[in-house]
């Protein structure tokens, strides 16, 4: 066993080639393809700012990705805490010295980028709490000393999150940490008991929303409430989404984005571009590879040896799915706007930065799958 | 081992897990794309339609109205280019700025500016306003000069309505103005209509409407989020109005109002076939020009104070006892009923010896008295007292029935004019269900000289004599072209009936409703008699037109006076006997003609009335006798014309 141990960390590159995942970087360079022909059709195909940036930036963090991918899972593993403690460094320093842009504080200028501390806090929460919940004894889940640890660690970034304030991102790091203890088998009685309470108290927590939240909230009810004011946003994204129809209104014929009714076209309204472009056929096929990327994502944690790198491809599978499903409801007025982009699609350098680096992760889960992590 | 068992254990929690959360997943993305499919498949078209409606913008662009002409395809009502300043809303930072730059270029004054901004209040911020439909030249070239420094300043050439022949024909073409809200619950207006398009405000502007106002135009342009113009996707060209042809010819329509200069009263002249209306003329006048634009209030003011009344059409509008000139047609519905033998000798013995009946006295117009008279010679020399006697024996409810069969108390032009007076053909039954009294015979006696209750306007006297004139046959009158009546087949089918005369079955004396181009007489003879009568009353000594008369028969007519009193004559008056000058205007009598010309096969009917003007023959006939001679020099051309038009149709 000792013997088998040692060979498993022993990987020739030969090895560690052969076990790349490849169709998972099939789908992010497919992914990324239809996010830069989208992202070009925002500028109203012209080349220009935007489309240029997002080249840049995902042939950077793309081979950020493949190079990362080779970083050892256990190294990670020794590093987590560090990640998140770093993570929450940086959302502190965001309090005190971030940038502001309309009305919220949320970035760190770091002259080549404009880094957003709490996107990579959605990944930092899910490898923090697989390092968490890889050494604990599954009989010492359930206990309250093992429970409260993680709900300490996961209020503290969302806290601060909401401070800037960022409603989405912030359900968003609740959600990826909540799926992980959930993954991690913390008795099902828990969720039910909290889901009540958090049903109990959304009157209270409504209360101390602030207004542009509560209004936000009150239009996803009724979105002609304000038509050109907070229902402005939705109603235009539907408007888009529906008239394109089966097939789209053709590629940089979306006359809604064309003409700029629609908003944030390039970050959190992507989806709705594409979709009116693209029409139903082609918004389900993007569907398909963003549910591809989540499977491939489910079978490295199966293959993975380590509770660690199942927990956190899980965990890391379970935020994506989070992520795209936030978005794309939102933007189908399913769920309020919060803010949400959608993974690779969107225009962003931190949210883009924070997905490959939780993709260069799995992709090290896979690679050194049959790695053993002893708890340290 | 303890320890690997657990780690199984922990692995399998782990798993199970994750599939629970993978299985909670695929439902949520199936709730997405069940949200794409209705979105996108179900309720694609609703959203389409919102997409259109986002992106498309439509600008509608006025139509041209339908040209008027004559019966001569002279231009009587046109539009004529015109300087505009309009301003694109949406192109102007500070409308306030805009506004003083303009004001002072073109000098608006506080009124037009306070107008202006209750005008922009009522548009869309997209829309155009309207700063001036009507620049002079100097003000457009200032415009045009200073452009550069006028933000969303359009300065336009456009077409507005113009009058030719402005006063003349005001009456009858009527004029065009600022849509109402009452106009715009009109339908024909109300589906063509474009901010800033004129309406018809009378006359056959008004009437015609759904004719002249044309399709509006539409333009549409894609937009973006903040309304801006992208690009022009469509245009549907706006189709003008269509062209109205009038009967009208406005070089005797001219010559009528030339004649009523300065006097107020009325001109007619009809086509006795084709119910032609050649000329209409009404006086005094004003110009509908003033109105395209808005009259200012100096203008408004005194066309509406004028005590002539410029703005009733009396032609149609006008109400006057008839007169003498109703006598043709008591005579007439006497002898057809067979009341009186023509050669019955009445003898008016002057005012010593006035008519009497139930103790009051009915006098003749002559002081002296007429002497002897037999119908002829009554109606020629206009004898009252001969037509009090035939009126009693006649009856007022025979009379009415051949007065309301030849055109009187009812429109004469359907529904075009919408001031169009019926008039008033009075009988017993009207009198009783209208004023809830009895007849009194002494009102029959003076309905027999067209006095009294009876009241028509100046047209039915011309439709009057046409129908008489024309042998006794029903005609359409009309001012405007009708291409279904073929003119020539009506002449020729009048013409034939009247000389191959085959006696009547029908009673005519009944109150029937008699066909268009049919004949109304019972006998033809009576008919002939009262023709000849008025060609007396004309052409021989003693008539009292005699002295408007041609000799040469290519201009010859025949008449009949008329002097109708506006108040009862006392027995002071008739001892006073003052001339026309002599008596206040208002009190005076309107003088009355009537006729038709030329007295061999009679073409057209004209009647003439002078309000306030006197005697008939002296105020009334020499203006148609000169009326007759134009009309007459005229008729030639307009023959050859309209034949021309209908052998192309």
Known sequence: MLRERIQASNYSFLDKLRSIDYLLILLIIAIGSISVFAIYSTEGGKFSFYTKNHIIRLSVFFSLFLLLSFVRVSTWYKNAYLFYFVGLLLLITVLFFGISASGAKRWINLYFLNLQPSELMKIAVIICFARYYHRIQSSDIQSYKFLIQPIILLIIPCYLVIQQPDLGTSILIAGSGIAIIWLAGLNIKYFVYSGLLLLVSLPFAISILKPYQKSRILTFFNPDRDPLGAGYQIIQSKIAIGSGGFFGKGYLKGTQSYLEFLPEKHTDFIFTLFSEEFGFLGSIILLLLYILLIYRIINVGLVSRSFFAKLYCFGFATAIFLYVFVNIAMVLGMLPIVGAPLPIMSYGGSSLLSIMLGLSIVMSCKIYNQEQISAY | ?649
């Open chain 2, 1 to 649: 081992m303890l320890n690997r068992g657990r780690n199984i254990e922990k692995g399998r929690v782990i798993t199970r897990r994750m599939f629970i959360l993978a299985a909670a997943k695929i439902l949520l993305f199936a709730g997405i794309s069940s949200r794409l499919y209705n979105l996108q498949i179900s309720d694609r078209e609703k959203y389409e339609i919102l997409s259109d409606k986002n992106r498309i913008r439509e600008w509608k662009t006025p139509p041209q109205r339908g040209i008027i002409v004559d019966n001569f395809n002279k231009v009587l009502a046109s539009n004529d280019r015109v300087f505009q300043l309009h301003l694109i809303l949406d192109e102007i930072n500070d409308f306030d700025v805009t506004i003083f730059k303009i004001k002072n270029l073109i000098g608006l004054d506080q009124f037009q500016i306070k107008k202006l901004y209750k005008k922009k209040e009522r548009l869309k911020p997209w829309d155009t306003l309207v700063v001036s439909d009507n620049l002079t030249w100097e003000q457009f070239s200032k415009i045009n000069l200073y452009l550069h420094e006028l933000e969303g300043a359009k300065p336009v050439l456009s077409t507005s309505r113009f009058y030719p022949y402005a006063n003349d024909l005001v009456h009858i073409v009527g004029y065009v103005g600022d849509a109402s809200p009452k106009d715009l619950e009109k339908p024909e207006i109300k589906e063509n209509f474009v901010p800033g398009l004129k309406v018809g405000k009378y006359g056959i502007e008004n009437s015609q409407e759904k004719m002249l106002i044309g399709n509006y135009g539409i333009k549409r342009y894609e937009v973006n989020a903040s309304g801006k113009r992208i690009s022009q996707i469509d245009y549907i060209k706006e189709r003008q109005g269509n062209k109205v042809n009038l009967t009208i010819d406005i070089e005797i329509q001219k010559y009528a109002q030339e004649l009523l200069k300065e006097k107020a009263g009325s001109i007619c002249a009809m086509d006795i076939y084709t119910g032609e209306v050649v000329a209409m003329a009404s006086s005094p006048t004003y110009d509908p020009n003033k109105f395209t634009h808005g009259i200012n209030q100096k203008d408004w003011k005194e066309i509406k104070n004028n005590p002539l009344k410029p703005l009733i059409n009396k032609s149609i509008a006008g109400l006057y006892s008839p007169g003498s000139t109703f006598k043709p047609l008591v005579a007439l519905a006497a002898l057809e009923y067979g009341i009186l033998d023509p050669n019955k000798t009445i003898r008016c013995k002057g005012h010593k010896h006035p008519y009497e009946l139930y103790g009051v006295k009915y006098h003749c117009w002559k002081k002296e008295g007429h002497g002897y008279m037999k119908l002829r010679n009554a109606i020629k020399q206009s004898c009252d007292i001969y037509f009090y006697e035939m009126a009693r024996l006649l009856g007022v409810d025979r009379l009415s029935i051949i007065a309301k069969r030849y055109g009187l108390g009812t429109n004469v032009l359907g529904d075009l004019y919408n001031d169009e007076k019926k008039g008033l053909v009075p009988d017993t039954k009207w009198k009783k269900r209208a004023l809830e009294q009895s007849w009194y015979l002494g009102e029959t006696v003076i309905n027999g000289i067209g006095q009294g209750y009876i009241q028509t306007t100046p047209l039915q006297l011309c439709l009057m004599t046409a129908q008489i004139a024309n042998g006794g046959y029903k005609i359409k009158p009309h001012i405007i072209k009708d291409d279904s009546i073929n003119y020539k087949d009506i002449l020729n089918k009048i013409k034939l009936d009247q000389s191959n005369f085959p006696l009547h079955e029908r009673n005519y004396l009944d109150d029937i409703n008699v066909e268009y181009y049919q004949r109304m007489y019972h006998k033809k003879s009576n008919i002939n008699f009262v023709l000849d009568a008025m060609f007396g009353s004309t052409n021989e000594q003693y008539g009292t037109s005699y002295k408007s008369r041609y000799d040469d028969p290519k201009y010859q007519f025949a008449g009949k006076t008329g002097t109708s009193q506006v108040r009862r004559i006392t027995d002071l008056d008739r001892e006073l006997d003052l001339d026309t000058d002599q008596i206040e205007y208002k009190k005076r009598d309107h003088a009355l003609y009537v006729a038709f010309a030329p007295y061999k096969d009679p073409r057209y009917a004209i009647s003439v009335i002078i309000e306030h003007g006197g005697s008939g023959s002296k105020a009334a006939a020499p203006l148609a006798s000169k009326l007759i001679k134009r009309i007459i020099d005229r008729h030639k051309l307009r023959e050859q014309f309209n034949n021309g038009n209908t052998s192309l149709a």
